[in-house]
């Protein structure tokens, strides 16, 4: 997938704060792989609606969305299921490990090669550069909301889709941890090419060049 388009797009059921002001609702973007976006979205603002709009989980919306030229709206399900595996993938707010499993189970769920094996060695780097590699073996229900953040930011890279969304991943992480995880996120995806469309409630507070949005 080399674009998702958002075309005058706004919820059907509420109107977010400041939707006259927004940057995005009932305008015209394209997110265009590669490139890398800081969508800034206060609390009230449609954030967690848009980013799983974007993921084509719900139509709740005005407008459309489309991948490359397909309007989402008029893909089948399993179409779009196709497309969350290399095109689009999103970590969502409550990051949803599942919690009997393992944290590298839970990562590894990511991986849709019959040959997990290979991505055992980029697992424990991810995770041991993230501070948690000492937790793979460990089942996620016993881990902290922060561990649970990071393990799943290492399931987003471990096989990274053309665009990676993420909606507020570092809420529960001091200001070193987001640091750490914000450069091993923009490092994978540079390398993989993919786009990056981070949701956050500020501006990250330290050196970026990530296109800012307001929605």
Request: glycine letters at 4%; proline letters at 3%.
């Amino acid at each position: 997938m080399d674009n998702i388009v958002l075309e005058n797009i706004s919820p059907k059921y509420f109107t977010p704060k400041n939707i006259e002001q927004s940057e995005i609702w009932n305008r015209n973007i394209a997110f265009q792989k590669g490139k890398k976006f800081l969508i800034v979205a206060p609390s009230g603002s449609g954030k967690s609606t848009l980013a799983t709009a974007i993921l084509g989980t719900h139509f709740q919306y005005e407008g459309n969305i489309k991948y490359d030229q397909h309007v989402v709206k008029d893909l089948h399900l399993e179409k779009i299921v196709e497309h969350r595996k290399a095109g689009i993938s999103l970590l969502f707010q409550d990051v949803r490990l599942i919690k009997n499993l393992t944290v590298s189970e839970n990562i590894l769920l990511r991986v849709f090669d019959k040959d997990r094996e290979k991505f055992i060695p980029k697992m424990e780097e991810y995770a041991e550069r993230l501070g948690i590699r000492n937790l793979l073996d460990k089942k996620a229900e016993n881990c902290s909301y922060g561990e649970r953040q990071r393990s799943a930011i290492v399931r987003s890279l471990i096989n990274p889709t053309d665009f990676l969304v993420y909606d507020e991943c570092f809420s529960h992480l001091d200001f070193n941890n987001r640091k750490i995880a914000f450069s091993l996120i923009d490092e994978v995806s540079r390398e993989s090419g993919s786009s990056v469309i981070f949701f956050e409630l500020n501006e990250f507070p330290f050196e970026h060049e990530y296109q800012i949005l307001h929605l």
